[in-house]
């Protein structure tokens, strides 16, 4: 009933009383029970998602540490609640973009379900989907959509084509399709998950609003706005009545409907919807949170498109200054503010100290994702532009080059034979 209690308050955003419930209850379990007993493990998981929630996850990573050794201490290494343990790891490590560790994790606690003696199907089907997301995000679009299609076909025969966890691998299925811009074929599966979300859910349940705002996200990444924008007003209604506005879950569904004003170029709505989230993010988790840092770069990118840059250039900085302090120097979310603010300073002509933040952001996604990432081409082509806006064109020539050769391999596409660049 408590564990219920501090789930409940979780969903509402009630994460200052989840946190108290769940410490006092871990402090209990210490007092009163051997370091050894599965219910601690219970309350340190509890406490650990609270913080997790709350987007500490220093806190939460030694809990879900903590509650691993002692499931081994008593089940041993290759027992199904180690597994479990490891996928809460997994997932812990993923919220921080920390994926090689997200990876080992998800695929030891795989492995230790596939060879469990009774092995769950269902518990394999949510690791398959946890690695199919891993994968869509390190742009492994082969492996993922062989995880999803795992988890969907495992779903499909133990619950029926119609439950919800189905739709939930058909949502996953469409992301995949969606960020390798497969449109046509992502978006009705985003229907077919929605179909069956309406058949089995009230029309207001918050997975509506998930399939909602998932094929809304899909129609804003075509340009189509118009039919984008009653969809996120749709579920920023059922979140509303759901939850309250000022829940932090509503502030990504705010900030999706004020991209989409902002691409309609109704910067002044926009604005006003992304300072909203901001001040329920800064709220809920803090002026430091890694969520704060996103909403700013929002904001940051909806002052420049108002040539604004003199209001964007702090909101970029302080952006840079929470990923750095949270996730450390080298990190993949630290190499897109670098770029934020570099293009920033661009903008202001004010290229010297644009080009060092270019060139750190190349290294750090050369450094994380391999040279011939997608990423890695898009870094290549902004320090190239640095360099043309500066005339170093034969500086700017090798980057452009380097950068076609990685989508020519990415594409498959016949190589370019170049004889120089013409510039207008």
């Not at 009774?118 to 082969?142: E, F, G, H, W």
């Not at 984008?228 to 749709?234: C, K, M, Q, S, V």
């Not at 910067?267 to 949170?289: C, M, N």
């Amino acid at each position: 009933m408590i564990a219920n209690k501090i789930q409940e308050l979780r969903l509402e955003g009630k994460f200052a009383e989840a946190l108290a419930i769940s410490l006092k209850l871990v402090q209990c379990a210490e007092d009163f029970l051997a370091s050894s007993d599965n219910d601690i493990v219970v309350r340190i998981n509890d406490l650990a998602w609270v913080y997790s929630d709350l987007g500490h996850y220093a806190k939460a990573e030694p809990l879900y540490k903590r509650a691993l050794e002692i499931r081994e201490k008593i089940s041993g290494n290759n027992h199904s609640d180690v597994a479990d343990s490891m996928n809460n790891l997994g997932l812990l490590y993923f919220k921080q973009h920390r994926f090689p560790e997200a990876e080992q994790f998800y695929q030891r606690a795989l492995l230790i379900q596939e060879n469990s003696q009774s092995p769950s199907q269902l518990k394999i089907a949510t690791i398959s989907n946890n690695l199919a997301d891993l994968y869509v995000y390190q742009d492994r679009s082969i492996e993922s959509e062989a995880f999803c299609r795992r988890a969907l076909s495992i779903r499909e025969k133990a619950l029926g084509p119609d439950h919800p966890d189905v739709a939930e691998s058909l949502n996953i299925l469409a992301d995949i399709y969606r960020h390798q811009r497969k449109y046509s074929l992502a978006e009705p599966l985003y229907h077919q998950a929605l179909s069956i979300r309406e058949k089995a859910l009230e029309p207001e349940h918050p997975d509506m609003a998930d399939s909602l705002n998932n094929l809304a996200v899909c129609y804003g990444n075509q340009k189509r706005y118009t039919e984008a924008e009653p969809l996120y007003r749709r579920v920023l209604a059922i979140q509303e009545k759901a939850l309250r506005m000022d829940h932090p879950e509503v502030v990504l569904y705010l900030g999706n409907l004020a991209t989409c004003c902002c691409a309609q170029k109704r910067y002044a709505e926009a604005e006003h919807l992304y300072r909203q989230a901001l001040t329920i993010q800064e709220k809920s988790f803090g002026l430091d949170h890694l969520d704060v840092a996103t909403n700013l770069t929002r904001l940051a990118i909806c002052d420049g498109n108002q040539k604004r840059y003199s209001e964007a250039e702090p909101l970029c900085q302080r952006a840079l200054a929470i990923r750095e302090k949270a996730l450390g120097p080298d990190h993949l979310d630290v190499a897109t503010s670098l770029t934020r603010l570099a293009i920033c300073y661009g903008n202001q002509k004010r290229y010297s100290e644009a080009e060092p933040l270019y060139q750190r952001a190349l290294e750090i996604r050369e450094k994380a994702l391999g040279p011939d990432h997608s990423d890695v081409a898009d870094a290549l082509d902004n320090l190239a532009f640095c360099c043309v806006n500066q005339s170093r064109y034969a500086e700017a020539e090798p980057l452009w080059q380097r950068a076609l050769a990685i989508r020519e391999k990415a594409f498959e596409l016949p190589p370019i034979h170049w004889t120089g660049i013409g510039l207008n």
